[in-house]
T-cell receptor, first 115, second 113 residues
Framework: SAVISQKPSRDICQRGTSLTIQCQVD?????MFWYRQQPGQSLTLIAT?????????ESGFVIDKFPISRPNLTFSTLTVSNMSPEDSSIYLC????????????FGSGTQLSVL | GENVEQHPSTLSVQEGDSAVIKCTYS??????FPWYKQELGKRPQLIID?????GEKKDQRIAVTLNKTAKHFSLHITETQPEDSAVYFC????????????FGRGTQLTVWP
């Protein structure tokens, strides 16, 4: 399966600040996505990270709040901007694995707590 | 958009018994249905998936069934073991946009020794 590395693994941030999460995948990943998992909840798709162009956001998520970059095939960042306690969640990078018939695999996640 | 419902939210079984988790979906265009297992503090792990051209798929003690007409699919775990204890998520997506998955709310499975 695809190797997906994500950092930081956790962070505690102050209200009003921003945090950038980095995701590195191996070359067999064809597409990258960012998901959010709120405490005790399910996984919700934030956006598709598109290489070299603007990300495609799902309903309820906007670029100003969650800017995403993907400068090349194997790297993406998600920024959580102007954070509030409601942003406290696990943020998961994920990738479609071209070597396993496009199955979706997840990174280890970033546990974000906003005070 | 797609809406995935999952039941039950919690499930307790005795070791060796079977466990069944059921999901329904709303979008008839969905044709890919994976199941993920998430242990506490860990990432979701893909355990089995099924595509709409297949009605059933088995992998050792795990099986998934799909009824496209009724828009529901189920996970069956036989001969459960304590290490099967985890949260299980079903999801639905389209083949053309695999990776954009819509998840159920999860089932906390506890297997008692």
């Amino acid at each position: 399966s695809a190797v997906i590395s994500q950092k930081p693994s956790r962070d505690i941030c102050q209200r009003g600040t921003s945090l950038t999460i980095q995701c590195q995948v191996d070359s067999q990943v064809t597409m990258m996505f960012w998901y959010r998992q709120q405490p005790g909840q399910s996984l919700t798709l934030i956006a598709t990270a598109n290489q070299g162009s603007e990300a495609t956001y799902e309903s309820g998520f906007v670029i100003d709040k969650f800017p995403i970059s993907r400068p090349n095939l194997t790297f993406s960042t998600l920024t959580v901007s102007n954070m509030s306690p409601e942003d406290s969640s696990i943020y998961l990078c994920s990738g479609r694995d071209g070597s396993t018939n496009e199955k979706l695999f997840f990174g280890s996640g970033t546990q974000l707590s906003v005070l | 958009g797609e809406n995935v419902e999952q039941h039950p939210s919690t499930l307790s079984v005795q070791e060796g018994d079977s466990a069944v988790i059921k999901c329904t979906y709303s979008d008839s265009a969905s044709n890919y249905f994976p199941w993920y297992k998430q242990e506490l503090g860990k990432r979701p792990q893909l355990i089995i998936d099924i595509r709409s051209n297949v009605g059933e798929k088995k992998d050792q003690r795990i099986a998934v069934t799909l009824n496209k007409t009724a828009k529901h699919f189920s996970l069956h775990i036989t001969e459960t073991q304590p290490e099967d204890s985890a949260v299980y998520f079903c999801a639905a997506g389209r083949g053309s946009t695999l990776g954009r998955l819509y998840f159920g709310r999860g089932t906390q499975l506890t297997v008692w020794p």
